[in-house]
């Protein structure tokens, strides 16, 4: 361990970012490889990605197939699903600012 002070503290920082980046390294290579999650989903595995019940999704409120008499539905398409649910909040900032921009247009043009 070196002793740090005034006169070297450049080179105390730059040895401490090293160590700290072969930490790092080190947490990578030891990390777990990740989950592949299944591309085909339960009735129940649908309810917990939507946050629908159960009785919401039979009733057909959800794209799916039948395999047999199992319903079964797409992760990939459950997710394109809710975000064309969706809808994105109106900023009030650019509603206002349209209406003065109306406004300012309608006195120049009388």
């Not at 999704?57 to 992760?75: N, V």
């Amino acid at each position: 361990m070196i002793e740090i002070n005034h006169n070297n503290l450049p080179d105390a920082i730059g040895l401490l970012l090293q160590k700290i980046e072969n930490l790092e390294n080190l947490f990578q290579v030891k990390q777990s490889p990740e989950v592949v999650e299944c591309e085909r989903l339960t009735i129940n595995e649908a309810a917990k990605l939507t946050g629908y019940s159960k009785s919401a999704i039979y009733k057909g409120l959800l794209p799916y197939k039948k395999m047999g008499k199992k319903l079964i539905f797409s992760r990939k398409e459950l997710i394109v699903w809710m975000e064309s649910q969706t809808i994105s909040p109106v900023n009030n900032n650019s509603v206002v600012l349209n209406a003065i921009a109306e406004s300012a247009n309608k006195k120049l043009n009388n």
